[in-house]
Nanobody, 120 residues
Framework: QVQLVEAGGGLVQTGGSLRLSCVVS?????MGWFRQAPGKEREFVAS????????LYAESVKGRCTISMDNAKNTVYLQMASLKPEDTAVYYC????????????????WGQGTQVTVSS
């Protein structure tokens, strides 16, 4: 069983920045960040593979978000900048043993989520 713990959410003004972190108990193949706003489906934000460091971003965040990892700390980060009110959501990190794409159903392990609220 892989455990994930997110941190770093909070309230920020439009245009501000936040860095989310996700500590994982064991490395798998890839890690992803997803988000879910009230009344909406969970959507992909970004992913990264542990070994190659290959990244993938949703179009909605490309250029504003950076996913990175610290192998020594088993931690994945999501640096978010130029935040907009539409970025408001609960952000989840997830781990997959064999997939690094955007489909949330392919990620087996999930954290509890961290709330990000962007005020206008």
């Amino acid at each position: 069983q892989v455990q994930l713990v997110e941190a770093g959410g909070g309230l920020v003004q439009t245009g501000g920045s936040l860095r989310l972190s996700c500590v994982v108990s064991a490395r798998t193949y890839a890690m992803g960040w997803f988000r879910q706003a009230p009344g909406k489906e969970r959507e992909f934000v970004a992913s990264i593979t542990w070994t190659a460091g290959r990244t993938l971003y949703a179009e909605s965040v490309k250029g504003r978000c950076t996913i990175s990892m610290d192998n020594a700390k088993n931690t994945v980060y999501l640096q978010m900048a130029s935040l907009k009110p539409e970025d408001t959501a609960v952000y989840y990190c997830a781990a997959s043993q064999d997939y690094s794409g955007s489909s949330y159903g392919r990620y087996r392990y999930w954290g509890q989520g961290t709330q990000v609220t962007v005020s206008s």
